[in-house]
């Protein structure tokens, strides 16, 4: 499912990612999604993004038990 995004003044591109994502870790699928807004740094209002779907991606840092690897 694609999910739009429409700036309010001053929204960057971390922030975005952040609230609509989950994490600024997304921030490079995200631009990938909008090449052609690579440039902005500082968005005006109004510019509709694409907000690309995440998938749960799960962190092998974590013991098993805190992964949902024993469920």
């Known amino acids: 499912m ?5 700036t309010i003044s001053g929204d960057m591109w971390d922030k975005i990612a952040f609230e609509q994502m989950g994490s600024v870790l997304h921030l490079d699928k995200l631009l990938k999604a ?5 440039a902005t740094i500082v968005f005006p209002a109004g510019v509709v993004l694409t907000i690309p779907e995440v998938k749960d991606e799960v962190d092998m840092q974590l013991p098993p038990w805190k992964r949902g690897l024993l469920d």
Request: glycine share 0%; hydrophobic share 30%; net charge positive.
């Open 2 to 6: 694609i999910k739009q995004y429409t």
């Open 34 to 38: 909008n090449v052609k807004h690579a």
